[in-house]
């Protein structure tokens, strides 16, 4: 009866290390291994007296060992699970933070492309005048006017003035009324506060017109200016081709 109550109590002891093994909490891992480990120790050194000798003190620490390396192990794949974890975590909220930054992105992008389309298809980029004359109309004016606010906001714009005449009167007469066209649009842009260097103003008096003789309709359509917006710096010098 002895021997099986010794038995009891040494089951009792091992089965109180492993409970205390299995109740390590994930937060408190760290704080609180060393003690349990010795503890565990205790435990299954007593149990190996327990049985009684020699025998059953290396057989407690063995017990002993083999629990603690088992201890360790747990506490280690705990942490390596928790690691885990957070970098998951923190690699989710990157990727969400990279989502809302590129859809931000293209949104604004988006923005901008429209509103310069909505200018540009606005404008027509042609200014007409009436016949024999070389200043806008004051609608054309305030056509030209939206347009030098749009040149303002984008410098890296440069600007082309190709003047127009339609094809009655004589060939001096059309140079000279379409170069004085070309240079009235680009005297406001710069009172607008567009820089001079941006804009190459060039004056064709009616060499391409392609109107009808006598066709009024036409000739309406080709007393203008065309300007064409580029990416390119020029210089701004009048020019007669």
Not at 212 to 231: C, N, P, S
Request: with cysteine.
């Amino acid at each position: 009866m002895g021997f099986t109550n010794k038995t009891l109590n040494t089951k009792c002891i091992a089965l109180g290390g492993l409970l205390a093994l299995a109740t390590i909490h994930p937060a408190h891992a760290d704080e609180w291994l060393e003690t349990k480990k010795g503890a565990t120790f205790f435990s299954a050194t007593a149990a190996g007296v327990a049985l009684g000798g020699p025998v059953g003190l290396l057989g407690g620490g063995l017990l002993a060992a083999w629990m603690n390396t088992t201890m360790d192990q747990a506490a280690e794949a705990e942490s390596a699970k928790l690691e885990l974890a957070e970098t998951r975590r923190a690699l989710s909220s990157s990727e969400q933070a990279l989502a809302r930054s590129e859809a931000d992105l293209e949104e604004a992008r988006t923005s901008s492309e429209h509103y310069a389309q909505l200018v540009l298809d606005q404008l027509q980029l042609e200014m007409l005048f009436k016949t024999g004359e070389a200043e806008l109309t004051n609608t054309g004016q305030l056509r030209l006017a939206a347009l030098a606010e749009f040149l303002v906001d984008n410098p890296q714009i440069a600007i082309r003035l190709d003047g127009y005449a339609d094809p009655r009167g004589d060939a001096d007469y059309n140079h000279q009324l379409s170069l004085g066209r070309v240079s009235h649009v680009a005297r406001l842009l710069e009172e607008a506060g567009i820089d001079r260097a941006r804009i190459a103003s060039f004056s064709h008096g009616a060499t391409r017109s392609t109107a009808t003789e006598g066709d009024l309709d036409a000739y309406a359509m080709e007393r203008a200016v065309k300007i064409q917006l580029t990416q390119d710096t020029a210089t701004g010098i009048a020019a007669i081709e």
